[in-house]
Structures are given as C-alpha cells and as structure tokens.
C-alpha cells in the first residue's frame, strides 16, 4: 500500500461550528442586556433617592428654622399671611460673597394653580449638581424646582404650641417623571411662656 493522492484525508477539527458561535454570541447579548439594563435602572433609582433626599433637607431646614422662631413671629405670619412671611434663611452655593441669604417663606404658599409654574411665592430653584458642560469650558447647573406650602395651626387648648407643616412638591427640570411630593411635620411649643399665664 502506496501513498494515493486521490485520497482525501479526513481530520476530525475540535473547534466551534458556525452554528454553536451563532447559539453563543445571542446567550452572551441577552445576559449583556439583562446587565445593562439592570445598571440603567440601578441608576434610576440612585438619582430619584438624591432627589427625594435633596427635598427632604430643604424642606426640614425650613421647618427647623421656623421651630426656632420666636412666637412672636409666628403669630404675625398667622395674622397676616399674605404680608408677613416668616423670616427664614437659605444658602446659596452659587454666590461667592454672602452665603447666607435671605429666604422668607409665606404661610398658605402658592395655591394648588400655580404649581409648575415658577412665579409662586414659595417657589425655590434647588440646586442638585454641577456637571461639566459640552464644550468642557464651564459648569451646567443640574436643578430642581420645587413648591413649598407651609402650614401653621394652634395645637388643641395650648396657646404657645403649634403644629408645622410643610409640604413639598418638586420637578427634576428637563423630566417629566422626576415629580417628588411629600411632608414633614413637627410641633414648636414654648413652655416658658405657657407658664406665665
């Protein structure tokens, strides 16, 4: 037995056919879109959580500060809302000089119309970030615009307590699903002055 050319030689290849490729590569895309769109959503929520949580400091900040207003102050506001608001603070991240300005904020704030629009008397343009722009030159403002309505009422029999209540309402700009709505509530009682009576 000689060495025939006719022959064709018959060698078993332990590669991958074109079709276990195919079977492999459409596995591989569905577990790259499960991931990508878990990060997506995981991402979501991280954002929705700084917003919720950049609303709720607000609104706590303003509901501190009216806890440490003098009663004084608090019933000239009740007397006549629509004049006297209640001398509150804010700080301005963007200002370079005074960081602390003036913030006053009015009792029986905007009314349920003027709600997504940015001429009411509580309404505050919030601050979330500062991302770097396009052309790399200088800074977008990323910001959130927000509705308060503050509500102040005499607690049962005690004339030097009162129940606080400020509630929220608040736009992501440029989302029309970042809409975070809420309320934080607490009491300002003056016992000194309760006593004398």
Known sequence: MGYNPMT??????????L???MIAMVVFMVLALGITSAVIQSRQISQNNILRNTVYTASQGYLEQIKSLSLSEIRASIDDPDDVPLPTMSISSLDTG???IQDPIYLDGPSKSLSGQNDGSNFREL?????PASDDSDLREV????????DIEEVGSRSHSYAITVRFEAYLRGRSQGRISGQIRGIRSDLNESASF
Do not use: A, P
């Open 8 to 17: 064709i030689n018959c060698q078993k290849y332990s590669g991958m056919s």
């Open 143 to 150: 910001t959130m615009e927000v509705w308060f309505d503050v």
């Open 98 to 100: 005074d960081v602390e």
């Open 127 to 131: 601050l979330i970030d500062l991302q």
């Open 19 to 21: 079709i276990e490729t």
